[in-house]
């Protein structure tokens, strides 16, 4: 297994640098997924990998302003995964944006690797009020001939992974504590998107 360079791994970050700071995120998520033996990550390296992540957050939070306002309160949320506890982070800064009626909230895993919930309205998913994964927003022909927002799902959606349904719940229950932003819209979400 190649050594983890936590300067290499950032060296390329510079002031608000989007482009760096989308290209470490894409190297940070091949790093972890190369270092998975038998399905876990070994120790050594994953509290390697989490040292690297912790700085890149660092940097972020530094350069980039709304993601400082992103990390200003979180909850930790453990639940169970193949019958060991997983450890989650909720982000308790959302985002509600103005015309589009539902909500986004950030959980992150252990590697500080972002997962996007949005609350659903049961329109497609038939399960109004849970708190489902996607994978971005995207504008798109949601309609023939119209064009609109909207939340590009997982394959199997809205029935996910035990794991996942466990993580919307712990959603649903934090959820009057989630300081959900209207100022903020579609480009914080593509950011966090790129940059988690």
Request: hydrophobic share 40%; no cysteine; proline share 6%.
């Amino acid at each position: 297994m190649a050594p983890i360079h936590p300067r290499r791994a950032l060296s390329r970050i510079q002031s608000i640098d989007g482009l760096a700071l989308r290209d470490h995120n894409a190297r940070f998520k091949q790093m972890v997924d190369r270092s998975v033996r038998n399905g876990i990550v070994p120790k050594a390296r994953a509290a390697r990998l989490i040292a690297v992540r912790k700085k890149y957050i660092a940097r972020l939070k530094a350069t980039v302003p709304f993601v400082r306002e992103l990390f200003a309160r979180q909850e930790k949320i453990t639940i169970p995964i193949a019958g060991k506890p997983s450890t989650f982070t909720l982000l308790k800064t959302g985002i509600k944006f103005e015309g589009f009626s539902r909500p986004v909230v950030v959980i992150l895993d252990n590697f500080g690797r972002k997962m996007l919930f949005y609350k659903s309205t049961g329109a497609n998913s038939k399960k109004p009020g849970t708190w489902l994964p996607f994978r971005e927003v995207q504008y798109t022909e949601v309609l023939k001939g119209r064009m609109d927002w909207w939340y590009a799902k997982f394959a199997g959606h809205p029935n996910m992974p035990e794991y996942i349904t466990l993580l919307g719940k712990e959603i649903a229950k934090h959820e009057r504590e989630i300081d959900f932003k209207r100022n903020w819209d579609m480009d914080q979400v593509t950011a966090i998107n790129q940059y988690f």
